[in-house]
């Protein structure tokens, strides 16, 4: 064991498609923070049969305290960042057993806009072929653990990648995430906000992980792309198929989104990612 590459003191569950590239980003920037080698390790999800020395392999090396103590500096703590945490069945207990209870940050974006630009991420990776009416239609047969798509890591399977409406129902992942991690250890914040205004929320962000407070640098990678509006259609759809999920939502965190989040929004909020 390696004990020069400690596990998460804290972990960014997602949601997909919600500002988790750039949350990870910034903290990246963060003289107190020490991020695993890649976003995305998929540890409690797809690679949980590679073992625990493997994931311990992808943390970065932090040395004992009294080393920082010495060079007066505060031991950074080490960061995660997996969206697909967030919405797997099995990652809340598997984080548990290995973590105990880290930190734990959710981005949670209106789900609609969140499904849209789902559809369109997978499109660009070359993994759908479906019009998105078909695509959402079809979902509940192809989002399973056995189908896949061959174009992208054999591991990942139709559960991941063509869950596009199924991961909007934000209350049903929270509750089976605080069966495990208690819920004090969550930080739950709205994507909309930090579309809006990523200098108060990575804020809050420190606050939370008690780190100093960084002005945020120019230039932080976004996972941003242009794509056509949400159909007229799919939104009234969408605002029928959400609208007990969201009040749910609200009643179990506070978080909602209080008038109908437009077409233009939704494309506005994706070049923000």
Known sequence: MNLLRPLPDVVILGAMRSGTTFLHAALQQHAEVAATKHKELHFFTLHWNKGLEYYRSQMPLRWPRWMYRALFRKRPIVLDSTPYYLFHPEAAKRLHDVLGAPKCIVLLRESGARAWS??????????????????????????????????????????????????GFYADQLRQWWQYVPRDRFLILRSEDLFAEPQKVFDQVCAFLELERMTLPGGLPHNARTQSPLPHFMRARFDALYETPNQDLFELTGISWPRKVSSAEAVQGDACL
Do not use: I, N, W
Not at 135 to 140: F, G
């Open 118 to 167: 789902h559809y369109h991420h997978m499109l660009t990776l070359g993994c759908e072929h479906l019009g998105f009416r078909d695509a959402v239609d079809q979902e509940r047969k192809r989002s399973t653990f056995e189908s896949a798509c061959p174009e992208l890591d054999p591991a990942a399977t139709g559960h991941m990648l063509y869950s596009y409406t199924a991961r």
